[in-house]
């Protein structure tokens, strides 16, 4: 048999160990406990009691089938292992969770300026505000972890005094996250008192001299080779070139991780064996290597993890055993929660275990299967790997990045070769640089290396739809892993035909809507969701405007919620934050044509959203008329120039629309009130739709100003429980008085206008 036939062979099941099963029932307790705990420190009432008594309930319902049932008696060992780990999973997180009341309690009673914040890790910056993970100490006893932000760096270690504000995380998204990572609170310095970085120890301190050499912050090739070799991406990621990753779906090969560890392990390796020690002392020394390896970059917890792993491989095959992935894979997990329950929640250790546990069972498998359809097999391993990991990890980059990257597999096959000779060289060359001679000259290979990976970035990114928005939260991101784990209990033997036709059915599936909302939208607008702001979404065929952003990245989403692909032009009406301040985020995520604002008001424009490459900057004045589609938008305020920094300044446009017998006219107001209202309404006349200026507040409107435009519905923008108690009273009375329908995002969510034969049609978010 030739050896292309031995590899073309179909591979068996994988054997799934009985450690699975004490992992799982582990994760399940763990979470239920952990969630049950965050919601007493959200100041949320906490989930009944019961709920809890179902972890030794199943328990017990696994002891009592292991005991009893005969016809389970095969699955005797697995059924002990789920009950253990579910016992075990609820004494260690239930331990964490009142440790954390306790210390959050301590917390509640304290000054910040009386406590000692000790910094762990490498910060994340955003907007040139450094956040960290920091131990909290009062009089050297240990309360626990918080997160503190200031706008200062400060080194892993380094303990710190500071005048700040404590307080609870917002019960949202963001704040249960960080809860459930195990940071109590959040503290907002105001003034730094005073930051001993001490001496560290030899590893961090050739890390810091190391970073120092590299200087990330001044050059993303710099920065590519600081994630790659030290484990510090917190410039890459505040630079432009970070997103690319996120858009070419090679994030993960940035964070250090087993494909890390084993080409530095090669490199270990290669040294070890040009000395005359024995086996066994080789394999000692690589695995404290490449613990110290994990440590010097940080110990992230996919680092932690592929070096257990590593060990507990190498330990078995020092006592002749068979080596198996995937049990050392669910050793380690357990392992990893049985010491720190909270890891369950770090989203690099959720990204590590799934993409492992998806490599190791099907990688195999998908290799054969594009062999049948006669991929190369050299090329069939690369793909099968990145779709494998990729797929697998969908329920979580999904929900946190609300993007899917098309272009992964063939973006992984070109730079991961790139990336994984970049850190090859720099764990050789760049330590040349702490040489005085040699500074400049050890990085000469390292970055010219970088900057190949970032032109294939570059490259890549630039695709047309190389990367689709998806709704966070969106089930289907679930049918996926539900898929394979159906193809492992099945397992069936692939065959070309099907195969191609499966593959033709799914991309059709995937194709179809995403051509229609991109090119075949029908004619609407909506009022966007997000939150104490405003964000208008109009859009017909292939043509999309967007009037105003919002206030942050809340705008991205309800883009995305709607199948928004790309943006032809930008409104913003005028510069508050509430209008603009999700602007960058959008340019960020989406392709944007252009951006228009009222005359003379470009000069007061935020330098956030100038200069952006590709985009193009317009001011448009009263009577100019743009045209989205079907849709022509006029410019009806401001009559003069303006500088766009007051509410008296929003750019009103009157939507209208009129095709096959449809009809619409509606008026965006921005922030405008009534003493700008009163100058252009007689020339606007009747409407169909009002969007209410300025959230609806007690002076946008008045029955006067209703009369005369006689509109249909009106529409207020405004978040909930805002401190403006926006909409008004006096607004929703007026509205009523005057005889037309009142809807608010606070209680509809996204609320859509279509024209129709009849006049127009409204659909909402929530009913």
């Not at 199943?58 to 005991?67: F, G, H, N, T």
């Not at 918080?146 to 963001?174: K, P, Q, T």
């Not at 270990?268 to 390896?293: D, N």
């Not at 970088?450 to 190389?466: I, M, N, S, Y």
């Amino acid at each position: 048999m030739s050896v292309s036939e031995c590899e073309h062979v179909m591979p068996p099941r994988p054997l799934m160990p009985w450690t699975m099963a004490l992992c799982s029932g582990l994760c399940a307790s763990c979470g239920l406990v952990l969630n049950v705990a965050a919601d007493l420190l959200l100041g949320e009432r906490a989930a009944p009691v019961t709920l809890l008594m179902a972890i030794p309930v199943a328990a017990a319902a696994c002891i009592v089938l292991a005991r009893f049932c005969m016809r389970l008696v095969r699955w005797r060992r697995w059924l002990y292992a789920a009950a253990l780990g579910l016992l075990a999973g609820a004494v260690v997180s239930a331990g964490w969770a009142i440790g954390a009341l306790r210390a959050s309690t301590a917390l509640d009673n304290r000054a910040a300026s009386s406590l000692e914040f000790v910094v762990q890790g490498d910060p994340s910056i955003n907007d040139g505000t450094y956040s960290y993970t920091c131990d909290s100490y009062a009089g050297g006893k240990r309360l626990g972890e918080i997160r503190l932000s200031c706008d200062r760096e400060l080194g892993a270690g380094s303990h710190v005094h500071a005048v700040g504000r404590i307080s609870r995380f917002e019960n949202d998204a963001y704040g249960r996250s960080r809860v459930l990572r195990g940071e109590l609170r959040k503290v907002k310095v105001i003034r730094l008192v005073s930051v001993d970085e001490g001496f560290p120890g030899p590893l961090p301190w050739l890390r810091n001299e190391l970073l120092a050499a590299i200087v990330p912050e001044i050059d993303p090739a710099r920065s590519l080779i600081a994630g790659v070799v030290c484990g510090r991406s917190s410039e890459l990621r505040a630079q432009p070139a970070g997103d690319l990753f996120s858009v070419t779906g090679t994030a993960h090969l940035i964070a250090v991780s087993g494909s890390h560890l084993a080409i530095v392990g090669f490199v270990i390796e290669s040294a070890l064996q040009k000395t005359r020690l024995s086996r066994g002392l080789q394999r000692g020394l690589l695995v404290l290597a490449l613990a110290a390896y994990a440590v010097f970059t940080g110990a992230s917890p996919s680092a932690v993890r592929a070096c257990c792993m590593v060990a507990v491989t190498l330990v078995v095959n020092g006592a002749g055993r068979r080596r198996h992935g995937l049990s050392a894979l669910f050793l380690t997990m357990t392992i990893f929660m049985l010491l720190r329950p909270t890891v369950l929640f770090e989203m690099g250790f959720q990204l590590s275990c799934a993409s492992v546990f998806a490599i190791l069972c099907f990688c195999p498998y998908a290799t054969y299967a594009l062999g049948e359809l006669s991929v190369p097999s050299g090329v069939a391993s690369i793909l099968s790997v990145t779709l494998c990991s990729q797929l697998a990890t969908l329920p979580v980059t999904i929900p946190a990045f609300g993007m899917f990257s098309l272009i992964a597999p063939l973006a992984n096959a070109v730079i991961g070769p790139v990336i994984s000779v970049l850190l090859a060289s720099s764990v050789v060359l760049v330590p040349c640089s702490l040489v005085p001679l040699l500074r400049h000259g050890a990085l000469v290979v390292p970055m010219a290396i970088a900057r190949c990976a970032l032109f294939f970035e570059q490259l890549f990114a630039a695709v047309p739809g190389a990367s689709v928005s998806v709704p966070p939260d969106t089930p289907l991101v679930y049918v996926v892993p539900f898929s394979l784990v159906v193809l492992l209990v099945l397992w069936p033997r692939p065959s070309a035909r099907p195969m191609a036709v499966g593959l033709l059915c799914l991309m059709l599936a995937a194709g179809v809507p995403y051509v229609y909302w991109d090119r075949c939208a029908p004619p609407s607008v909506t009022v966007l969701d997000v939150g104490q702001a405003d964000a208008i979404l109009v859009r017909q065929g292939g043509a999309v405007a967007l009037v105003d952003c919002g206030l942050d990245a809340r705008v991205v989403s309800a883009l995305v919620r709607n199948n928004v692909h790309h943006i032809d032009a930008v409104f913003v009406t005028h510069w508050d934050e509430d209008h603009w301040g999700g602007l960058p985020d959008v340019l960020d995520r989406f392709s944007v044509g252009s951006i228009a604002v009222a005359a003379d008001a470009l000069g007061s424009a935020p330098a956030e959203v100038l200069n952006r490459p590709g985009v193009t900057y317009r001011q448009v004045a009263r009577g100019d008329t743009v045209d989205i589609g079907a849709f022509r938008a006029r410019v009806m305020w401001p009559f003069d120039t303006v500088d766009g920094e007051g509410n008296e300044d929003s750019l009103v446009l009157l939507l209208s629309y009129a095709q096959e017998g449809k009809s619409l006219r509606m008026l965006l107001t921005g922030d405008a009130e009534l003493d700008q209202e009163c100058e252009f309404v007689q020339e606007v006349g009747d409407i169909d739709v009002l969007k209410l200026g300025h959230h609806g507040s007690k002076v946008s409107v008045d029955t006067d100003l209703l009369e005369t435009l006689k509109p249909e519905l009106s529409i207020a923008s405004a978040g909930e429980g805002n401190r403006y108690g926006h909409p008004s009273d006096a607004c929703i009375d007026a509205v009523g008085d005057a005889g037309g329908a009142f809807a608010c995002t606070i209680e509809r969510g996204d609320i859509t206008v279509s024209p129709t034969a009849a006049g127009f049609a409204m659909r909402c978010q929530r009913p």
